[in-house]
């Protein structure tokens, strides 16, 4: 029998270590987040979803092929030392070198760029409490949004004083990652050749 996260409707809830958490993880198929001492199921993806962040993923790829940077995908985990998430971005970026959380050699703590595609039941999440979370994650100096609905990319970039500014591509166009020197245009980004050749 498989094990299930915690119930996260109890009134009571019991908080978890992040080793116990990594234990957990280590047990079962589906991805979980550890949030505030809580182990949360990570929300099933759409095949829209997973074309999206595969389409972001190799063309990052392809135009950092050759630099001293690694493109990782969702199966790899980072955890924002400063507040204890532990989560799965869609696409990061990561530079020069890969550093391991200090409990788990197996996740990454220092992303250069996160890319989270955004649906309806994750949004208001990836807007807001997890972008809060990400800030905290010294290295980091882009966090992109990429909506599954329309077509549209966002790019939030750190400055040197520490705010952050935010461009927004829609419709069409080129989406620019200043931090690393990429462009995500948005026609490659919402093709589906399958479709087009139907």
Same mark, same amino acid.
């Given at each position: 029998?498989?094990? #299930?996260?915690?119930?996260?409707?109890?009134?009571?809830?019991?908080? @978890?270590?992040?080793?116990?958490?990594?234990?957990?993880?280590?047990? =079962?198929?589906?991805?979980?987040?550890?949030? !505030?001492?809580?182990?949360?199921?990570?929300?099933?993806?759409?095949?829209?979803?997973?074309?999206?962040?595969?389409?972001? &993923?190799?063309?990052?790829?392809?135009?950092?092929?050759?630099?001293?940077?690694?493109?990782?995908? &969702?199966?790899?985990?980072?955890?924002?030392?400063?507040?204890?998430?532990?989560?799965?971005? $869609?696409?990061?970026?990561?530079?020069?070198?890969? #550093?391991?959380?200090?409990?788990?050699?197996?996740?990454?703590? !220092?992303?250069?760029?996160?890319?989270?595609?955004? &649906?309806?039941?994750?949004?208001?999440? $990836?807007?807001? $409490? +997890?972008?809060?979370?990400?800030?905290? =994650?010294?290295?980091? +100096?882009?966090? @992109?949004?990429?909506?599954? #609905?329309?077509?549209? =990319? #966002?790019?939030?970039?750190?400055?040197?004083?520490?705010?952050?500014?935010?461009? $927004?591509?829609?419709?069409?166009?080129?989406?620019?990652?200043?931090? =690393?020197?990429?462009?995500?245009?948005?026609?490659?980004?919402?093709?589906?050749?399958?479709?087009?050749?139907?």
């Amino acid at each position: 029998m498989s094990k #299930e996260a915690p119930h996260m409707g109890e009134a009571a809830r019991k908080l @978890v270590t992040f080793a116990e958490y990594i234990a957990f993880e280590e047990n =079962i198929e589906t991805k979980h987040e550890y949030r !505030n001492g809580e182990i949360v199921a990570m929300p099933e993806k759409t095949l829209k979803h997973a074309l999206i962040a595969v389409y972001v &993923s190799v063309s990052l790829g392809n135009q950092l092929e050759g630099q001293r940077c690694i493109t990782f995908g &969702s199966q790899v985990r980072f955890r924002v030392l400063a507040t204890g998430l532990a989560t799965y971005p $869609d696409v990061s970026i990561v530079y020069d070198k890969l #550093e391991r959380d200090p409990e788990h050699q197996d996740t990454l703590t !220092n992303p250069t760029v996160l890319v989270e595609v955004l &649906s309806p039941s994750t949004e208001a999440y $990836d807007r807001g $409490d +997890k972008f809060h979370d990400y800030k905290q =994650i010294p290295s980091l +100096k882009e966090y @992109v949004l990429v909506s599954s #609905e329309r077509r549209r =990319i #966002e790019v939030f970039r750190r400055q040197e004083d520490g705010s952050w500014h935010y461009h $927004d591509t829609m419709e069409r166009g080129v989406a620019e990652l200043a931090s =690393i020197g990429c462009k995500l245009d948005l026609d490659e980004v919402y093709r589906n050749p399958l479709e087009e050749s139907a």
